[in-house]
């Protein structure tokens, strides 16, 4: 831990993920002192590098950075990472109610009409989403009408044919990991538009799947953390904040904490989980009973070789149809070994984690062999993370707001309870639910806590 000049902590900072570390690198520059106290036995929280039986590196959280993710790449580049691009070429499959049709452009498999309801409603998206206010969606002039919508009831009015809705719900799946009837229209709105756009969002060249970094998204974080030193400390689950008028205290399993502002860096349905003395204002609490975590399995299977790019195939699967909702592969371009990684997401992930490990793993190697024939149920090395039982992410990709919460309670997101702060990709404006927003939230929840101690 590091100590301001008088014995206390300006800053205690809950979660070493890239917000969190973010945050606390930050109050150091600005010559602050804090600890930084994680719940697990390693910093990076939904990012997790592993390492294969060969030697090469796989995420099995946060994966793919792209253009307009500035303090990512800025981080990456700040520590001399490199970077691959996704590989994307030949024949996607989208297999939507049991028909699996081809071509180098995804969403351009789909039947014609499918295709046209599918573009219109991209284009009616793009109209909406600039409507947004992207720091208080809420002022948004259809605000109401739109929280009070589900993006289901959204989907069932705009688009017609029973193979564009499926398209709809495969994409949406694999964007939000949840289900179109568990989020307001309002909200992925805003999402959509926090990321620059539904092309932005769902692209590989020029979109937010355009890269990886090499050797693991995780490294960003332990290199952060490398630099706090002993300013971070691991296996703290804080279980509780007491505060009043000369400062903070937080309990955790490593022993209590003072001191000036803490900083909670954690998704808002953990934050719930914290308890408060004082209790949090009641719209506060509402709030974070009302972003549940989506729910996913990351699933990487291995290959002596990528025999499906052999076939005209880029290994890239968008589907309704199995446990598995989207696959991509997992190699650059110039990899020998093959690797295809899918990804089990929302309803079918929170069935699917309560399974025995060896029938998750069967199913998900005939889901792949589905799409790139019996070779894809033999893999050299199977390996998987669930990511909905883990006790310090209870789900991923992130906590998403529930119909009727952006307008009721999406005010006190960001909004200071006394001395705490908060931050977590959950509550960036730009980016919100990807690393890129967790850093942006990070800076911003450091400089308010800054800007309090000078
Ligand atoms: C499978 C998967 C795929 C993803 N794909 C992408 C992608 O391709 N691109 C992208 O940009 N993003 C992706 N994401 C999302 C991205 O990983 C997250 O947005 C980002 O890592 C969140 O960072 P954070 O610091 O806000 O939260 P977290 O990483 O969740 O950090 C919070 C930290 O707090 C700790 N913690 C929780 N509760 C407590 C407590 N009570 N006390 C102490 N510590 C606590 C946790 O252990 C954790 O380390 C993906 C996530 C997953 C899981």
Redesign the pocket.
């Given at each position: 831990m590091t100590h301001g000049q008088d014995g206390r902590i300006d800053a205690v900072v809950?979660?070493?993920?890239?917000?969190?570390?973010?945050a606390a690198r930050e109050l150091v520059r600005d010559s602050h002192s804090v600890t930084v106290?994680?719940?697990?036995d390693?910093?990076?929280?939904?990012?997790?590098d592993h390492r294969l039986a060969d030697g090469e590196q796989v995420?099995?959280?946060?994966?793919?950075?792209g253009p307009t993710?500035d303090r990512?790449n800025d981080l990456v580049e700040e520590f001399d990472l490199d970077t691959v691009p996704q590989f994307d070429e030949g024949l996607d499959q989208v297999s939507i109610d049991g028909t699996v049709n081809e071509h180098d452009d995804a969403l351009r498999a789909l039947p014609a009409k499918a295709y046209a309801e599918l573009m219109d409603a991209f284009g009616q998206i793009e109209t909406l989403r600039t409507q947004i206010p992207l720091h208080a969606p809420y002022d948004a002039p259809d605000a109401e009408e739109w929280d009070a919508t589900t993006v289901d009831s959204w989907k069932r009015a705009t688009l017609e044919t029973t193979t564009a809705r499926g398209a709809f719900d495969a994409l949406f799946r694999a964007l939000f990991t949840t289900d179109p009837s568990e989020i307001s229209l309002l909200y992925f709105l805003t999402y959509v538009h926090a990321a620059g756009g539904i092309e932005v969002i769902t692209g590989v060249e020029g979109g937010?799947?355009e890269r990886?970094i090499e050797g693991g998204?995780q490294q960003v974080?332990r290199l952060l953390a490398t630099e706090l030193g002993e300013a971070v400390q691991l296996e703290?689950?804080?279980?509780a904040i007491t505060q009043d008028d000369s400062g903070v205290t937080v309990e955790?399993d490593a022993g209590a904490y003072t001191g000036a502002y803490v900083i909670v860096?954690?998704?808002p349905a953990?934050?719930g989980?914290?308890a408060y003395d004082p209790p949090l204002p009641a719209r506060r609490d509402a709030l974070t009973q009302r972003m549940p975590m989506g729910a996913?399995i990351?699933c990487i299977a291995t290959y002596e070789d990528p025999f499906w790019r052999t076939d005209g195939y880029s290994g890239f699967v968008l589907t309704n149809d199995d446990i598995v909702g989207f696959i991509f592969d997992d190699m650059d371009a110039e990899s020998t070994t093959g690797a295809l990684v899918g990804?089990i997401v929302s309803n079918e992930a929170r069935t699917w984690s309560e399974r025995d490990a060896s029938d998750r793993r069967e199913r998900v190697l005939d889901d792949f062999a589905r799409y790139f024939g019996g070779q894809a149920a033999n893999p050299v090395e199977y390996t998987e993370?669930v990511?909905s039982n883990?006790a310090?992410?209870a789900g991923?990709?992130?906590g998403n707001m529930t119909p009727g919460t952006m307008t009721g309670y999406g005010d006190v997101l960001r909004e200071p309870q006394g001395r705490i702060h908060w931050?977590?990709?959950?509550t960036a404006t730009q980016?919100c639910?990807?690393?890129?927003?967790?850093i942006r939230?990070?800076e911003r929840a450091a400089a308010e806590v800054s800007s309090r101690l000078t």
């Open positions: 809950v979660g070493a993920g890239l917000a969190g570390l973010t106290l994680e719940a697990r390693r910093v990076g929280g939904r990012t997790l995420d099995l959280g946060g994966q793919w950075i993710q990512v937010a799947q990886r998204a974080s703290a689950p804080v279980r955790s860096a954690i998704p953990l934050a989980r914290i996913t990351k990804f993370q990511w883990e310090w992410s991923c990709y992130a931050a977590g990709t959950e980016w639910g990807y690393m890129d927003g967790a939230s990070g």
